[in-house]
């Protein structure tokens, strides 16, 4: 047996291959032409939830999901022929679990050809097909935010002939004669109500258009209410669907920052889309928008509030809510990009969103920006 000497101590270098295969990330495996694990190294134990013994006591075929089983035996007949191998493959775990994997296989053979034992290297690609199902789902979105501006866009004409044709139908009550009988009264209440509501769907296609157009924008003086109170205008539907009730203390002129008008709203979409979600199913629905002074470092800023009541964020994930395609969202509601990118945005701006949160009483996300002066109204 060779040995290799470290420092003063002699170790078999076996000892030292068994070392580095057991601190390999992947799991690599050894079977024999029927099939049986001959060997394991830890990280399979760590990955299967099997001990290395129950694993040397087990057959090949006993940890792949048995719903694959057909492609598995024609793999191996495969490799014992042909020599080496890359495939995608499915183990099962101990409890059940699926585990999608990567395997490098390459097998030995004696000197007079005869299969002798395969030697697989198994990487477990779980985050990889998470990370891979999060970008068709972010370009699936991307998408349809491409398809709402399209429509938002086409929208717009026939909405001005409604409003042009109201807007005739108000004069001709207003000045018909005799001037106000009670019919033409109600009508002109009932033209008014469409004038409105049509108004509404023009702000919200041009807030679509523009919020879709992106991040190349130019900071420019904000006032932190506008930016509020279309992010709120954005987000009415889905706070008034989880019944919230919305308080904002935010007056109009008094919070100024240089921030891309666009850019900021977004974050603020994303902020108060997380707090309606937190809210929904909750006893207590408040949310809160306030803004007040701070200092962070020696600047001067505005802390912008943004409060529910909702479910709260554990301490161990906090961090973690920040990073992309982070979300415990069910399919199809959450993307896990909304923070990250709310924090990418708020950082370009010289600033910094900060949480403060308690498990089921609720979160308040601030987004802290420098303060400017309220720019001379000219
Ligand atoms: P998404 O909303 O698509 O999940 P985000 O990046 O916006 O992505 O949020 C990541 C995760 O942070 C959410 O899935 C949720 O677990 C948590 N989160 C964000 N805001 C709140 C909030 N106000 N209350 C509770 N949890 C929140």
């Known amino acids: 047996m060779s040995r290799m000497r470290i420092d003063d101590i002699e170790i078999r270098e076996a000892d030292i291959f068994e070392i580095l295969l057991d601190s390999f990330p992947d799991m690599i495996h050894s079977i024999d ?6 060997y394991t190294n830890r990280t399979a134990e760590k990955l299967l939830g099997y001990t ?7 057959n090949i075929r006993q940890i792949y999901d048995p719903d694959i089983l057909k492609a598995v035996e024609k793999g191996f007949s495969d490799l014992k022929r042909r020599g080496d191998k890359t495939v995608e493959s499915i183990l099962r775990a101990k409890d059940g679990t699926r585990i999608p994997v990567e395997i490098r296989s390459f097998s030995i053979y004696d000197d007079n050809g005869h299969f002798l034992r395969t030697f697989s290297i198994l990487r477990d690609i779980r985050p990889i097909k998470e990370l891979q199902q999060s970008l068709v789902h972010a370009g699936r979105l991307a998408a349809i935010g491409e398809l709402a501006s399209g429509v938002a866009h086409d929208i717009n004409n026939p909405l001005t002939v409604i409003l042009l044709s109201n807007e005739m139908v108000i004069r001709s009550l207003e000045h018909s004669t005799p ?23 023009q702000k919200l296609a041009d807030h679509l258009r523009s919020f879709s157009r992106g991040m190349v924008e130019k900071a420019e003086p904000l006032d932190l209410y ?10 009415k539907s889905k706070v008034t669907k989880v019944g919230a009730s919305v308080h904002s203390t935010v007056e109009a002129g008094r919070h100024f ?14 902020l108060i889309g997380n707090a309606a979600d937190a809210l929904d199913g909750r006893a207590k629905r408040d949310l809160t928008v306030s803004v007040s002074p701070v200092s962070r470092k020696g600047v001067e800023m505005w802390k912008c509030d943004i409060t529910d009541t909702g479910t709260g964020i554990p301490p161990e994930i906090r961090e973690e809510i920040f990073q992309s395609f982070f979300t415990t969202k069910e399919k199809g509601k959450g993307t896990g990009l909304g923070l990250s990118i709310s924090r990418a945005i708020v950082r370009d701006h010289k600033g910094e969103i900060e949480l403060v949160s308690e498990v089921d009483k609720g979160s308040t996300f601030s987004v802290c920006l420098p303060r400017i002066e309220p720019p001379q109204s000219k």
């Open 33 to 38: 032409e029927k099939g049986n694990i001959v």
């Open 52 to 58: 290395r013994e129950e694993l040397l006591a087990m």
């Open 179 to 201: 001037p106000s009988s009670e019919d033409a009264e109600r009508a002109k209440s009932h033209a008014r109500d469409v004038q409105k509501a049509s108004h509404s769907i």
């Open 226 to 235: 506008m930016s509020l109170n279309d992010a709120l205008f954005i987000t």
């Open 257 to 270: 920052v240089c921030a891309c008008p666009n850019n900021m709203e977004q974050v603020f979409v994303n």
